[in-house]
Nanobody
Framework: QVQLVESGGGLVQPGRSLRLSCAASGISFSIYTMGWYRQAPGKERELVAILTSGGSTNYADSVKGRFTISRDNAKNTVSLQMNSLKPEDTAVYYC?????????WGQGTQVTVSS
């Protein structure tokens, strides 16, 4: 049974930082592309950042230079370091694991950026 469990969300003031983590089980973690997506109220789910098994990254333009995705294959975890947070970063953040025809999602963690 595949499980992706996110943690680290919460309420934070604009300009501050937050670190999300996702613990994966039930998959051969190291061969999966891992990613973070987010969905704001009334909007479509969108890509935030992905990190391939080979170490390549891709970021949404809106988070480039502020967010950093990383993975620890020994611990089966993927993290998203979010700096200089803005109110428009407010959303539910989802962890994703993808490979060929298989894709898995976590339950999501709420991030709210507000003063």
């Amino acid at each position: 049974q595949v499980q992706l469990v996110e943690s680290g969300g919460g309420l934070v003031q604009p300009g501050r930082s937050l670190r999300l983590s996702c613990a994966a089980s039930g998959i051969s973690f190291s061969i999966y592309t891992m990613g973070w997506y987010r969905q704001a109220p009334g909007k479509e789910r969108e890509l935030v950042a992905i990190l391939t098994s080979g170490g390549s990254t891709n970021y949404a333009d809106s988070v480039k230079g502020r967010f950093t995705i990383s993975r620890d294959n020994a611990k089966n975890t993927v993290s998203l370091q979010m700096n200089s947070l803005k109110p428009e970063d407010t959303a539910v953040y989802y962890c994703n694991a993808g490979r060929v025809r298989n894709t898995y999602w976590g339950q999501g963690t709420q991030v709210t950026v507000s003063s």
